[in-house]
Each structure stands twice: as C-alpha cells, then as structure tokens.
C-alpha cells in the first residue's frame, strides 16, 4: 500500500466515525429547559405564587437544551457602572441518567451576600422558584421538556 491509499483510506475511516458520531448526537435523548427569570420589588416573601407573578416584572426568558444525563447552567447578572458585578441569578441543572429526574441548583448573589436552594424534581413539568435579598424577590419559572433527539427539541422550542 503506498503513501496516498493510506491517506485516502484513513480520510475515510475518519469520515465514516465523524458521521457515526454525529448520527448518535441526533439521536441522543435532550431536555429543553425553558426558564423565565422575573424581579418584584414589593412583594412579601409569602405571598402566594399566581400574586407573586401578578406583580412582577420578566427580566429575561432564556432557554437552553441539556443532554439526557449531562448538566447546563444559566446566569445572569447585573453590572454597576464600573462594569463590575452586583447581582447574579444563577440555575444550575443536572439530569439523572435515564431523565426523569432533575437537580437544579438556584443561586442568587447581591452585594456579597449569597443564598442557594437545591430542588429535586421531574422532568416534563413546570416548577416555580424564589428566592429574595436585600428586598429584591426573584423567581425563576422553569418548564422542562423531554425529547428523543435534538431536531425534535428544536423544532418544539421554535412553535413547532
């Protein structure tokens, strides 16, 4: 075998494991996360939830699809004119290996002060958080979805 035929033949054994790689990715199970982060200036911490999104306001509404077993993050913060941080919103989330389950961790952050909450819950629901400092209450809205594959979750996460 000579010089050229061993490159073609490893171009093609390359080839052929990038296109084996990329036709698992499409068929690995993925959770679309779609979180909605709002702020209340005025509301008691124990108010109930429909009043509590009543009266607030929505700051961001990302959204982020996770592997089934594998972990994402979302944060968001909030700079003073200096360009440094005074206020971050961090989710952390983490999926159980068949994903039926998951963890999400939720971080707030203001001024130095720090408060975090853990919640274990199920995939396929909506589950509503809150957390305050210094007399700001942030609540995180977050649904989850499970699909077979990510052109599925796309496909949902822009109406279809």
Known sequence: MNYK??????????LFTLFNVSAKEKQQEVILIEAEVYKHLTAKKQSEIDELLTGAILETAPVLIMKVGGTAAIEISLQNEEGKDNDMLRLHFQSDQNGVDYNVDF?????????????ATTVDSTLIL?????????IAKIKTRKFANLALALKAKDGG
């Open 5 to 14: 035929t061993t490159v073609y033949i490893a171009a093609l054994c390359t």
């Open 107 to 119: 971080q707030l952050n203001s001024n130095g002060a720090e408060r975090i909450s853990s919640v």
């Open 130 to 138: 809150s957390s305050s400092l210094y007399g700001t209450l942030k």
